[in-house]
Each structure stands twice: as structure tokens, then as C-alpha cells.
């Protein structure tokens, strides 16, 4: 079965994407549903989809597979994959445990690059609609902080774990009105950028107990619903 949407809803495209303007058209497909959890595809069918070639599309899986969101094995087509709630309570757990000190490590090396693009990706969040990309914009506000901080290491782990925080809140349709508002992302950029490094820890301590809180529920809810 074929389990994703038809191409006339999805194709909206003139001409060719950039890589990452690929890249964000099917993570944002994905965390809207239109690509399922669990469901599998192959690269013709979502090069038809997205209007784009086979090589642009197997860079782009190659790069959502090292997210996790992307399941990749020999002699299978390629598969969304599909959180299960133990996996979404360790994955919130362990981003906690990295975020705060990255948060922490940002406030001693607060770099004008770096600023300059945190605050126009909050902008972009300010005016988006759309729900995908509304969640794969707030994950960039979080990768993008923790590339600030100076430990490339760190940095990669938590790249590991935001994107499976998106799915997993997609999945579980635990997003709510101010799941990631952009004006909390502004107050904690704003405390980063005065190096108010107490300040900068606890509204981001608070951001992510309110993330995990509306996650842990949507999970408890299935689960009385199953
Ligand atoms: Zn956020």
C-alpha cells in the first residue's frame, strides 16, 4: 500500500530546490503527517512528489537518516520512522541533560554569527502558519544554540535527539498553541546574548519541563485510549 499522500497534494514547486530547501519540504511533510509514521516510500515516488532527482532526493534521506527520522536498511525502501513512548521518554530525557549544559556553555561565548542567525529564525517563527514547518523551525532554534556553545560533540548528540522530539510531538499530536513560542525562544536568546547565564538556564529549564509535560500527557492520553 501505498501509504502517502497523492503528488497534486503535495507538489507545489517550479523548478529545483536547493538541498536544504529539500531537505525542509519533506521534514516538514513528515511532521505534518502527510508522510506517516512508519510509512515507506522509495526515491522515484518522492522525487515525483517533491519535483526533484533521484541524487537530491537520496542526499536528503541520507541526511534525515542521521537524524533518526529516516530508517535506512539494506534491501528495504526507506521508512519513516515511528516513536514509541519509552523511546520519546529517553530522548526528552537525555536532551535535557545536554541542552542545559549547552545552554550554559553558550552564555560564555555568545558569537554576533551565531546571534544573527538565532534571531532570524525567531523571526521566521514569527511569521509562520504551518504548523511543519512551525516545528521544524523551533527544532533549528534549538540546534542552532547548541552550535553556539563550542563542543562540536555535544552539539551532534543533541542534533541527534531535537529532531525526534519534533517527530515524536507530531506523532503523539501533542502540539499545542505555544508548544515552542517563538517569544519564550526570544526571551532565552535575550538572556544568552547578556550572558545571564542563570536566567538563560532556568527559562530554558522551564521551556523544556512545559515540553515534556505536554509530551508525557499526549502519551498518557494514548495510552487510556488504547
Ligand atoms: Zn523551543
Same mark, same amino acid.
Given at each position: 500500500m501505498n501509504s502517502f499522500a497523492s503528488p497534486q497534494t503535495l507538489v507545489d514547486l517550479p523548478f529545483s530546490l536547493s538541498a536544504d530547501d529539500l531537505y525542509s519540504r519533506v521534514f516538514e511533510a513528515i511532521l505534518e503527517q502527510r508522510l506517516h509514521p512508519g510509512s515507506r516510500m522509495t526515491e522515484d515516488s518522492l522525487g515525483q512528489t517533491f519535483g526533484a532527482r533521484r541524487s537530491e532526493v537520496r542526499g536528503v534521506l541520507t541526511r534525515l537518516s542521521h537524524q533518526q527520522i529516516i530508517i535506512l536498511r539494506p534491501n528495504h525502501r526507506p521508512r519513516v520512522a515511528a516513536m514509541e513512548a519509552e523511546q520519546t521518554r529517553q530522548t526528552l530525557h537525555a536532551r535535557r541533560l545536554a541542552e542545559i549544559t549547552l545552554v550554559r556553555l553558550a552564555c560564555q561565548q555568545p558569537q554576533p554569527d551565531h546571534l @544573527?542567525?538565532?534571531?532570524?529564525?525567531?523571526? +521566521?517563527? +514569527?511569521?509562520?502558519? $504551518? %504548523? /511543519? !514547518?512551525?516545528? !521544524?523551525?523551533?527544532?533549528? *532554534?534549538?540546534?542552532?544554540? @547548541?552550535? =553556539?556553545? /563550542?563542543?562540536? %560533540?555535544?552539539?551532534? *548528540?543533541?542534533?541527534?535527539?531535537? %529532531?525526534? $522530539?519534533? #517527530?515524536?510531538?507530531? &506523532? *503523539?499530536?501533542?502540539?499545542?498553541?505555544?508548544?515552542?513560542?517563538? &517569544?519564550?525562544?526570544?526571551?532565552?536568546?535575550? @538572556?544568552?546574548?547578556?550572558?545571564?547565564?542563570? =536566567?538563560?538556564?532556568? =527559562?530554558?529549564? &522551564?521551556?523544556?519541563?512545559?515540553?515534556? /509535560? =505536554?509530551? #508525557?500527557?499526549?502519551?498518557? &492520553?494514548? +495510552?487510556? @485510549?488504547?
Open positions: @544573527a542567525r538565532l534571531h532570524a529564525i525567531i523571526e +521566521r517563527e +514569527r511569521h509562520c502558519s $504551518t %504548523p /511543519g !514547518r512551525a516545528l !521544524r523551525l523551533s527544532g533549528e *532554534f534549538h540546534l542552532e544554540l @547548541a552550535d =553556539m556553545a /563550542g563542543n562540536a %560533540p555535544l552539539a551532534h *548528540f543533541l542534533g541527534s535527539l531535537v %529532531p525526534l $522530539t519534533s #517527530l515524536a510531538i507530531a &506523532q *503523539f499530536d501533542a502540539q499545542d498553541e505555544d508548544y515552542c513560542d517563538w &517569544q519564550v525562544h526570544q526571551g532565552i536568546l535575550d @538572556a544568552v546574548e547578556q550572558q545571564e547565564m542563570a =536566567m538563560a538556564v532556568s =527559562m530554558l529549564g &522551564q521551556h523544556l519541563n512545559h515540553l515534556e /509535560g =505536554m509530551l #508525557l500527557n499526549a502519551l498518557r &492520553q494514548q +495510552r487510556v @485510549a488504547m
